[in-house]
C-alpha cells in the first residue's frame, strides 16, 4: 500500500507493510476504520460523539501515520511538514521520526490526535532518558516526573508533539484502546496527573465499542469488525 511506503517512520515502513495483511494488524484496523469515516463523511461527528472535539462543521484534514489522506491533500502535506518540522526542533532521528497514528485537523476548531491499540496495551519504556526530549522543559506538562514514573512513552510523545501542532488551538490526544486492566488503567492515572491540561487541552482515554457505536456502518465494515471484536450491534 502507497501510504504505508511513505509513512514519517522511515525505519519502520517495512515492518509496517509485512504486517498490514495479518488479521490482528492494528494498522489495517485503523486504517480501514478511519479511511471509512472520511469517505463517508462521518469523521466529524464521531469524533464529537466520543468527546474529541466540540461540534463543529469545519472540514477535516486525516493524516495517517503521518501521511495525508487522501494523499492529494494540500492541507494534509502542510501538516506533515509541521509535524517533520516539529520532531527535528525536537532532536528525533531523520529516519525515525514519530509519526502519531491518526491525526485529524480541524483549522480553527482544533486538532485531535490519537494512538490506537488493539491487541496489546499501550508501549512502555522504562524511566530513563528517553523522556527528556519531549517531557521537560515544556509546558505541555506540569509533573514530568510523573509521566517518566508511568512509562507511558508514546502517549508521552504524541503529547508533546499534539500540543505543539495545535499551538494555541484546541487539542485532544484520544487513546483508543480494547484491552485495558487495573495495571494499565493505574498507568495512565499517573500519566494523566503529570499533564497539563485545561479549556483546550484534553486527555481521553476511549474503548473501541464506544468508538464503533457512534458512526453508521455497512454490511462489508460489519463482517470485518465482526471478525476482530466480535459481534456489534446495527445502531449508533
Known sequence: MEILRVALNERNRSNKIERFGFSTSEDALTWTVFTFLAKSGQLSETLRAIDAIESTTAPAALLLWGVPYPPQSSRGTQIRQQLIDICHTLGERPDSTSEPDVIVDF?????????????????????????????????????????????????????????????????????????????????????????????????????????????????????YLEERFGKMSHSS
Do not use: M
Open 107 to 223: 483549522g480553527d476548531a482544533g486538532l485531535v490526535c490519537i494512538e490506537v491499540k488493539y491487541r496489546s496495551r499501550n508501549e512502555r519504556r522504562a524511566v530513563g532518558s528517553v523522556f527528556s526530549r519531549y517531557v521537560f522543559s515544556a509546558d505541555a506538562f506540569n509533573d514530568g516526573n510523573k509521566i517518566v514514573q508511568s512509562e507511558l512513552y508514546k502517549l508521552a510523545r504524541n503529547w508533546r508533539i499534539g500540543t505543539e501542532l495545535a499551538g494555541r488551538r484546541n487539542f485532544t490526544l484520544v487513546n483508543l484502546v480494547a484491552i485495558s486492566d487495573s495495571a494499565d488503567r493505574s498507568r495512565v492515572e499517573q500519566f494523566t496527573a503529570g499533564l497539563a491540561t485545561g479549556h483546550n487541552r484534553r486527555f481521553r482515554v476511549v474503548n473501541w465499542n464506544r468508538l464503533l457505536y457512534a458512526f453508521d456502518r455497512p454490511g462489508w465494515l460489519e463482517q
